[in-house]
Nanobody, 127 residues
Framework: QVQLAESGGGSVQAGGSLRLSCTISGISCRGYSMAWFPQAAGKEREGVAAGWHESSTTYYAPSVKGRFTLSQDISKNTLYLDMDNLSPEDTGIYYC????????????????????WGQGTQVTVSS
């Protein structure tokens, strides 16, 4: 059974930092594309960072490029999202997702491309 478990969310002030973790069980990061999808209240989920282990390629949405960093620890089967210089616009529930195989950024931004989802972790940034 595939399970993705997020942690690390919390409340911070604008300009602060958080590190989100996603521990994966049931599958290995190898051979899977992984991504983070935040969902703000009243809005649809939108991919902000995605990666493919085999090539170390990572993609970032323009809104987070330079502030968010995606990484993974294969030995721990864990995906990370380091978020710096947070703003209130980053507030939302952050979901860790996975799908078998690679894909273009255009595809990896779409929630429908991913069949494995975590329960989400809340990130709240106050001004």
């Amino acid at each position: 059974q595939v399970q993705l478990a997020e942690s690390g969310g919390g409340s911070v002030q604008a300009g602060g930092s958080l590190r989100l973790s996603c521990t994966i069980s049931g599958i290995s990061c190898r051979g899977y594309s992984m991504a983070w999808f935040p969902q703000a209240a009243g809005k649809e989920r939108e991919g902000v960072a995605a990666g493919w282990h085999e090539s170390s390629t990572t993609y970032y949405a323009p809104s987070v490029k330079g502030r968010f960093t995606l990484s993974q620890d294969i030995s721990k089967n864990t995906l990370y999202l380091d978020m710096d210089n947070l703003s209130p616009e980053d507030t939302g529930i952050y979901y860790c997702v996975a799908r078998e195989g690679t894909g273009s950024w255009a595809r990896l931004q779409r929630p429908s491309e991913f069949n494995f989802w975590g329960q989400g972790t809340q990130v709240t940034v106050s001004s």
